[in-house]
């Protein structure tokens, strides 16, 4: 089982046993390895949100369809016709990153990038 399904079957379990969120989280990621916890802690921390929204059965939005389909295959195509899971939106220009540019990429372009960088704002 992979560390992310791990991690949904113990926060799964906690809240069975009426656990709350901030409760059952830690539970979850002593859960793993402690070589798996190294490799994802990063990663579940900065997904922890999506988390405990799930936890609490709020609405699947995008960044939680993401997560699931790492979790479940992270080779795995996203299918025609649904939501792009990595569609992500320029922090400087609000447009869409393309799906090329890094993963952590925060921005369109390299214009966007150092534009942002220096402080300024896109010249209308
Ligand atoms: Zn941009």
Redesign the pocket.
């Known amino acids: 089982m992979g560390s992310p399904a791990k991690v949904r079957e113990v926060l799964a379990e906690r809240r069975q046993a009426g656990l709350d969120f901030g409760a059952a989280w830690p539970a979850a990621l002593e859960a793993l390895e402690p070589a798996e916890r190294t490799e994802w802690l990063e990663t579940l921390e900065d997904t922890r949100a999506a988390w405990r929204a799930a936890f609490r059965g709020e609405p699947a939005t995008r960044a939680q369809w993401a997560l699931h389909a790492v979790g479940e295959d992270p080779e795995r195509e996203v299918a025609t016709g649904l939501p792009d899971a990595w569609e992500r939106c320029?922090l400087?220009?609000s447009?869409l990153i393309p799906a090329q540019r890094d993963r952590r990429a925060l921005?369109?372009?390299h214009r966007?990038q150092r534009q942002a960088h220096r402080g300024g704002r896109l010249a209308a």
């Open positions: 320029c400087l220009c447009g921005y369109c372009s966007c």
